[in-house]
């Protein structure tokens, strides 16, 4: 056993704000499906947008304040930063459909909308298995696969926009809203590779 003990509270932490990302995708899925309840629902998803401002504040301090952390410090901070940043990308989603008055949802939001809530379901199990590598890895895994499926879906989506709209706001509207989707999927697997490389530096 070493002089200091390491600080074993970063697994909860991050465990608590993987919890909120797959929070925020689950009302970003729920706002698609249900747009009578856009205001309930972005209210919601900025109280836990805020709460994981507060964890990633929190971790970061951690990070200074421990004399051995359990897993590279770099790594941490990196994790912190990548989960806040697709609540940052969820929550903006949500305000920009409060802000344009979206009313009609287009059914390929829908399916974005899902495979960012089953991205998110992964990426919460593998925090949630961050002790064990090799678990964490099975999850990280179905990633690359819910990425490259939300590729194929903004793809149509934007093809279809642009070949069927006539009203031009329309147009500017959802294609922010799609491009927002697919960045947020996207940061969904860049934390994969983060995981993956802790996975491998800890395995």
């Known amino acids: 056993m070493g002089l200091f003990p390491r600080d074993e509270q970063f697994f909860p932490m991050f465990s608590d704000m993987a919890r909120r990302l797959s929070g925020c995708a689950d009302l970003i899925a729920q706002?698609?499906?249900e747009p009578a309840r856009i205001d309930e629902l972005v209210t919601e998803i900025k109280r836990l947008e805020h709460e994981a401002d507060v964890m990633t504040r929190e971790v970061n301090a951690r990070i200074d304040r421990s004399i051995v952390t359990p897993l590279d410090r770099e790594d941490i901070?990196?994790?912190a930063g990548r989960l806040d940043n697709v609540?940052?990308?969820l929550d903006g989603t949500a305000r920009r459909v409060q802000m344009f008055h979206v009313r009609q949802m287009r059914p390929e939001a829908a399916r974005l909308a899902d495979v960012l809530r089953r991205a998110a379901g992964r990426i919460q199990a593998a925090?949630?298995?961050?002790?064990?590598p090799k678990m964490m890895l099975e999850h990280t895994s179905q990633l690359k696969a819910l990425e490259e499926e939300g590729d194929a879906i903004y793809?149509?989506?934007v093809h279809a926009l642009f070949a069927n709209a006539t009203d031009p706001f329309e147009v500017i509207k959802w294609k922010e809203l799609f491009d927002k989707l697919e960045d947020a999927i996207d940061e969904c697997d860049h934390v994969s590779h983060v995981l993956e490389s802790i996975a491998i530096k800890n395995g």
Not at 127 to 132: C, F
């Open 77 to 79: 901070h990196l994790l």
């Open 31 to 33: 706002m698609f499906a």
């Open 127 to 132: 925090v949630d298995h961050l002790k064990k």
């Open 155 to 157: 793809f149509e989506a």
């Open 87 to 89: 609540i940052d990308l």
